[in-house]
């Protein structure tokens, strides 16, 4: 889990560095949210951890999320995964994963991607 975290805000700093996502997290209390993501994301490639948040098409609709978005967002992913030396092949594995949740992401905004 300390792994996952490390990972998980330097994602974030990249993400809100980001001029087209920044504005998303808005108001956002960002300290749980990470929690949370850290939660999901260590639930998805560990079978011991159990995600405990909200649902993920619910938290995220009506939010204006593109196609777009959610392959930047992924990309800033991979760039933390990158700086935290995880090898290509477990990035891939990871990206596997989430790739399967862009309809919860983007939902009925999922126009253009
Ligand atoms: C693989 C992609 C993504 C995953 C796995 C993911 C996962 C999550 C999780 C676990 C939460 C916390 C739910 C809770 O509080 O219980 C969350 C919240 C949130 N996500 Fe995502 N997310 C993804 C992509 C995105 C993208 C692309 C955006 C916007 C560009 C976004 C914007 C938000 C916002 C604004 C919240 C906060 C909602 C709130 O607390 O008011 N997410 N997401």
Not at 29 to 46: W, Y
Not at 77 to 95: C, G, K, P, R, Y
């Amino acid at each position: 889990m300390d792994g996952v975290r490390r990972v998980v805000d330097e994602m974030y700093v990249r993400v809100l560095a980001d001029p087209e996502l920044t504005h998303f997290f808005d108001g956002v209390p960002m300290e749980k949210l990470a929690r949370m993501q850290t939660e999901f994301i260590a639930s998805i490639t560990s079978g011991d951890i159990q995600y405990t948040g909200a649902d993920l098409t619910k938290v995220h609709a009506g939010r204006g999320i593109t196609g777009v978005h959610f392959s930047k967002f992924c990309g800033h992913l991979t760039d933390a995964l990158e700086a935290n030396n995880v090898s290509s092949h477990a990035i891939d594995q990871v990206l596997g994963k989430l790739a399967m949740y862009s309809d919860k992401i983007t939902g009925s905004s999922n126009v253009d991607g």
